[in-house]
């Protein structure tokens, strides 16, 4: 697997610079706007485009085709692209959390408590998403793809939110606003699991052309 994901890391990685830098002069420009902090809601998703753009590069290419001679099992290939998309989305945090840090000693509003927070629901809308779109990367072709892709943005939200609407009947969210975002974490990465293991069995079946 580490072959496979350096190969996808060299591919990308004019990419993955640029959205590394972006995230930090974005975080460092739109501190006299905006909250510095809440760039993590949004970094660890978007910095996870490049999987995708790997996806469609090999089935493009026919790669997928090629690579099952070597010896490398499907449930490999997988495991990498899941990898893959964990190492973005953290290279996107960890961008995110540099101008947060750079600030952090001049601007009150930057807290601990506000990292955790933003940095929980970022990381949560990019498990779901990534745990939507995955598998469908999969089983349509590489323009659906792409639209299932930007859709899993949006229902990764609607789905954090009745996560957090279902855990208010239990938990008040207002008074225990920490938890309620771990539990809608630990819930993300629970399904982004299962994302993989479905996305195994539906490559396990398929016929690469």
């Known amino acids: 697997m580490k072959g496979v994901l350096l190969k996808d890391l060299y591919i990308a990685k004019s990419n993955i610079l640029v959205t590394v830098v972006s995230l930090i002069v974005l975080g460092l420009g739109l501190s006299f706007l905006l909250e510095t902090g809440a760039l993590l809601v949004l970094a660890p998703a978007v910095s996870t485009t490049a999987v995708f753009i790997s996806i469609t590069s090999d089935a493009g290419s026919k790669w997928n085709k090629n690579v099952l001679t070597m010896p490398i099992t499907r449930k490999r290939l997988i495991g990498e692209k899941f990898v893959f998309y964990i190492l973005l989305a953290g290279l996107g945090f960890i961008a995110a959390l540099i101008p947060c840090c750079i600030l952090m000693p001049t601007d009150t509003a930057i807290t601990i408590d506000s990292l955790y927070l933003?940095?929980?629901?970022?990381?949560?809308?990019?498990?779901?998403?990534?745990?939507?779109?995955?598998?469908?990367?999969?089983?349509?072709?590489?323009?659906?793809?792409?639209?299932?892709?930007?859709?899993?943005?949006?229902?990764?939200?609607?789905i954090?939110?009745?996560?957090?609407?279902?855990?208010?009947?239990?938990?008040?969210?207002?008074?225990?606003?920490?938890?309620?975002?771990?539990?809608?974490?630990?819930?993300?990465?629970?399904?982004?699991?299962?994302?993989?293991?479905?996305?195994?069995?539906i490559y396990q079946k398929q016929d690469i052309n």
């Open 118 to 158: 933003y940095a929980s629901i970022g990381i949560s809308a990019a498990l779901f998403a990534g745990g939507i779109s995955l598998p469908c990367a999969y089983v349509f072709d590489p323009e659906k793809s792409q639209v299932v892709f930007m859709l899993s943005f949006m229902a990764s939200t609607g």
């Open 160 to 201: 954090i939110v009745g996560l957090v609407l279902l855990t208010n009947l239990f938990l008040s969210v207002k008074d225990h606003m920490l938890p309620a975002f771990s539990i809608v974490l630990v819930i993300s990465a629970i399904w982004f699991f299962l994302s993989y293991r479905i996305t195994v069995e």
